[in-house]
Nanobody, 130 residues
Framework: EVQLQASGGGLVQAGGSLRLSCAAS????????TGWFRQDPGKGRKGVAC????????AYADSVKGRFTISSDNAKNTVYLQMNSLKPEDTAVYYC???????????????????????WGQGTQVTVSS
C-alpha cells in the first residue's frame, strides 16, 4: 500500500524558514517522482516543487525559485522541502504526492505527471505571519 506522510508545517514569521518532510512507503522509491503542492482555502492545488527520485532532477514554480529547495534522501525514502525567506503569501496547506515517472520524461514534466497521481499525503499547514 502506497503511503505518504507529510510533516513539518507550522507558524513562522515572514523571512523565516521551515522544512517539510514527506516520508514514503509501499513503492519503489527510485521509480517515482515526488512533488509538493499547496492549496489556499477555496482554491485549487498549485505545484510548488518536484523531484525525480531517481536522479534528483528538480523543477520549481516561479514564485518559489531561489527560496525553496526540494531534495530527497533515497536511503530514507523521504523528500524534503526547505523553505527559506518565507512570505505571507506562502501561507497554505502543503501536500506531497508521488507518481511513477517514465524514464523518457524530464524534470520539466515532473509537476504535471505528479499532479495526476492518486497518491497524496495528508496536508500540513504552513502559516507565515507578517
Amino acid at each position: 500500500e502506497v503511503q505518504l506522510q507529510a510533516s513539518g508545517g507550522g507558524l513562522v514569521q515572514a523571512g523565516g524558514s521551515l522544512r517539510l518532510s514527506c516520508a514514503a512507503s509501499g513503492f519503489t522509491f527510485d521509480d517515482y517522482a515526488t512533488g509538493w503542492f499547496r492549496q489556499d482555502p477555496g482554491k485549487g492545488r498549485k505545484g510548488v516543487a518536484c523531484i525525480l527520485n531517481s536522479d534528483g532532477s528538480t523543477a520549481y514554480a516561479d514564485s518559489v525559485k531561489g527560496r525553496f529547495t526540494i531534495s530527497s534522501d533515497n536511503a530514507k525514502n523521504t523528500v524534503y522541502l526547505q523553505m527559506n525567506s518565507l512570505k505571507p503569501e506562502d501561507t497554505a496547506v502543503y501536500y506531497c504526492a508521488a507518481e511513477k515517472f517514465p524514464a523518457v520524461f524530464t524534470s520539466t514534466q515532473c509537476m504535471g505527471v505528479v499532479r495526476g497521481s492518486d497518491y497524496w499525503g495528508q496536508g500540513t499547514q504552513v502559516t507565515v505571519s507578517s
